[in-house]
């Protein structure tokens, strides 16, 4: 990555704009990875595309109040929810007009969860995320960073000040609380 990005997040979270248009070209391809890794699964043409959620997710976070980023992950990670949230909101629109969903058993291993039929899993996760994070913010955002963001667990202990282990510990509780929470919601 070039040696220029830490720079430009500075330059963007203090409120310089033109920051923001740099940047985009450079992590572009990342982003666009992590959309696509997001929407495997998705039948073609029926759905957001991997471009369209690359360039709404990063317009809302260079649209928002200046953020004092903390180097590639934090952004990355920020993005990653930002996707997240994107893709939720298009999954309550997909339910309040379809009024239902498939009933397919929900992987948090594997990363094909925002299929079309899924709409109903993805607001389980959501609601079953906010609880967690009122139980246990550190749990939450572990999750946050492994399943949205695409962190391995060194990132995540690095980013968060944590052991790997407590990590691992954090990530497979959570896990096991978020099957049981989802289980109930569907």
Known sequence: MPADVGGLLRQLGEGDGEAGSRLQPILYRELRRLAAHYLRGERRGQTI???ELVHEAYLRLIGQEPVGWR???????????????ILVERARKKMAEKRGGGGEKLALDGLDLFAPQRS???????????????????????????FFAGLSFDEIAEMERLSLRTVKYD?????AWLHREIARAI
């Open 49 to 51: 595309q991997p471009t």
């Open 71 to 85: 180097g590639r992950s934090h952004f990355m990670a920020m993005a990653a929810i930002s996707m997240r949230r």
């Open 120 to 146: 109903s899993e993805i607001l389980a996760l959501d609601e079953a995320l906010d609880r967690l994070a009122q139980l246990s913010p550190r749990q939450s955002r572990v999750v946050e960073l492994k």
């Open 171 to 175: 990530w497979n509780a959570a896990r």
